[in-house]
């Protein structure tokens, strides 16, 4: 019993699949160059244009999973790193000892005039 009951489970779905092609006699079926009852050219241009959003989703989101696992999506407006001031050059170059102290509050004072 608890057999034959799987099997049926198991055909349901095979059984449902087929249910549409009897719907209509075997004489009412179109051939495949039928007219009449399909959305003609509206049918084109939806297709067309349900493909063209498909496509652009699978792009856009192939974009993003690449930008992620470049480095991260920045959400800065500009991708460059931000430009240093002229005064942080100085005190970065004065803290190597690449200029001494004399040179450091000459330039220093130049900048700010």
């Given at each position: 019993?608890?057999?034959?009951?799987?099997?049926a489970l198991l055909a349901l779905?095979?059984?449902?699949?087929?249910?549409?092609?009897?719907?209509q006699a075997a004489g009412e079926r179109p051939g495949y160059w039928h007219?009449?009852?399909?959305?003609?050219?509206g049918h084109m241009i939806f297709g067309s244009v349900?493909?063209?959003?498909?496509?652009?989703?699978i792009i856009?989101?192939?974009v993003?999973?690449?930008?992620w696992i470049a480095g991260g999506v920045s959400r800065e407006?500009?991708?460059?790193?931000?430009?240093?001031?002229?005064?942080?050059?100085?005190e970065e170059r004065f803290a190597?000892?690449?200029?001494?102290?004399?040179e450091f509050e000459e330039r220093k004072r130049l900048l700010s005039d």
């Open positions: 019993m608890k057999k034959r009951l799987m099997n779905p095979i059984a449902i699949a087929a249910l549409p092609a009897y719907a007219y009449g009852g399909d959305w003609g050219w349900m493909m063209l959003l498909f496509w652009g989703v856009v989101g192939i993003i999973v690449v930008r407006s500009g991708s460059s790193p931000p430009r240093r001031r002229a005064l942080d050059i100085l190597k000892g690449e200029i001494d102290k004399e």
